[in-house]
């Protein structure tokens, strides 16, 4: 008999059906002549009640059916006679495929997020963190179907660059060159002896090589790892993460604000439709005005300000910041959340922003002081999208480049790409555990990533 998911047993139309499910106990309770077992698979948050009657032979494996035992049980799907569930399923047979013992650390009360990221190798088998890591995957799908319906081509970026896209010199350095070759070179070892022969790092963007691709296929999108040094340990930073970054060229700043917003509002959209059940337990357990708060971003239209008129509204609002509010300076998330929430009281996209805060390759506007830039803010994250039209004019990036410190030498083959053929063009990155967060209204982002890497701690 073929496996039947839990998620599909409970979206069954008729009764009588026999099935055979996998999975494991949630609990198990006892009563005169049969026991209740709460059987769940990991398909969907709901269990699947299955009876076991106390003269079935199996019943003499009941010992064995504690909280974390893997079992497979094939049976007749029945009306259920409780209100929690449509049906139930009578067990014709029941194996045990592993127990548990009673040192199993997942029973049936309430765990804090903080004690289950001790136990981050159990802790999918929760509610919140099985919802969670469903809707993760809901959403990276969701992602490339964005992406794929409007003719978006999928580029793999190195996971190892040589190229410092960001310029803040935060990169972990990949290398073959161990503790003698330090002991032998003391504070210098040679990098052409390294494996790659230069100086290697864990990529902080694909951003550069997606250039590249931008320059050939006209429009692109990476999706995947990055990494940087940080040593912050705040609810909001890890030191791996993932990065979606589209590219497109032929596409000024205009474009690139269009694609963004209507990008948020898809994956909102496709949220709120296809994960109720999982909206359901955040809303209850998480946060209970997160549909709400949703349905304000999804529903609103983007207000867009330059960045000149937006720390202009910020010092007129008399508010007391925790910092300073001064024209030239980044905005900070607390200034980001006023504009959203309190001014505006929509999103809010802030573009133009001076050219010093902003990296090398964000295009110079006419005026000689800002950059191309933007940023998509929204209600309790603040950032949760950046991007510019990138410096498509070779003169003005080399400039830039000098300015910021960089040797051309090590990216003549991105000043290449204005020398034949140059094209504006322009991106911008969603950071995809940011979005997560926004969506489900989990305040920590090593609660929505499946093993979290933060400094001092590299589990699994």
């Not at 769940?40 to 009640?49: A, F, I």
């Not at 161990?178 to 040679?190: I, R, S, V």
């Not at 050219?355 to 005026?367: H, L």
């Not at 003169?395 to 053929?421: F, Q, S, T, V």
């Amino acid at each position: 008999m073929a496996r039947t998911r839990i998620k599909e047993a409970l979206a069954n139309e008729s009764a009588g059906v026999s099935i055979q499910v996998q999975g494991w106990i949630r609990t198990r309770r006892d009563s005169k002549g049969f026991s209740f077992l709460a059987v769940n698979d990991g398909s969907c948050l709901k269990n699947l009640q299955v009876i076991l009657d106390a003269t079935h032979p199996d019943y003499s494996k009941i010992e064995q059916l504690t909280t974390g035992a893997s079992v497979s049980i094939e049976g007749v799907l029945t009306p259920s006679q409780g209100k929690e569930q449509k049906w139930e399923l009578l067990a014709s047979r029941l194996d045990v495929l592993g127990i548990a013992d009673h040192s199993y650390p997942l029973q049936k009360k309430g765990h804090s997020p903080e004690y289950l990221r001790e136990i981050a190798h159990l802790r999918p088998r929760s509610n919140l963190f099985g919802c969670l890591f469903r809707v993760r995957s809901r959403l990276a799908y969701a992602i490339h179907t964005f992406f794929q319906e409007r003719g978006f081509f999928y580029i793999h970026t190195p996971i190892i660059t040589s190229s410092d896209c960001e310029g803040a010199g935060e990169m972990f350095r990949v290398t073959t060159l161990g503790p003698e070759a330090a002991a032998a070179n003391p504070g210098k070892t040679d990098p052409n002896q390294d494996f790659f022969g230069k100086p290697t790092f864990l990529t902080v963007s694909g951003q550069l090589e997606a250039e590249i691709f931008a320059c050939a296929l006209s429009n692109v999108y990476t999706f995947g790892p990055t990494f940087r040094a940080e040593n912050s340990n705040t609810s909001r930073h890890a030191s791996e993460f993932w990065m979606i970054e589209p590219e497109m060229a032929f596409c000024d700043l205009g474009g690139d604000m269009d694609l963004a917003e209507e990008f948020i509002k898809y994956l909102i959209r496709d949220f709120l439709n296809v994960c109720q059940e999982e909206l359901g337990l955040f809303t209850q357990f998480v946060d209970k005005d997160l549909q709400t708060r949703l349905e304000f971003v999804l529903n609103r239209e983007f207000k867009r300000i330059p960045y000149a008129e937006a720390v202009d509204i910020l010092l007129r609002s008399k508010k007391t910041f925790e910092f300073p509010i001064l024209h030239g300076a980044n905005l900070q998330s607390e200034h980001e959340r006023f504009l959203t929430e309190e001014h505006f009281k929509c999103p809010v996209t802030v573009f133009d922003y001076p050219k010093e805060i902003k990296p090398f390759y964000m295009r110079a506007n006419d005026d000689g002081k800002t950059a191309a830039a933007m940023d998509v803010l929204v209600p309790r994250i603040g950032e949760i999208v950046g991007g510019s039209q990138r410096e498509e004019r070779l003169d003005l990036l080399e400039g830039a480049m000098k300015h910021h410190g960089l040797n051309l030498e090590n990216y003549w083959w991105y000043l290449d790409l204005r020398r034949y053929g140059s094209v504006p063009h322009s991106g911008f990155g969603l950071g995809f555990e940011r979005m997560l967060m926004f969506i489900t209204g989990v305040a920590n982002i090593r609660d929505i990533i499946p093993f979290p890497r933060t400094p001092g701690h590299a589990e699994f």
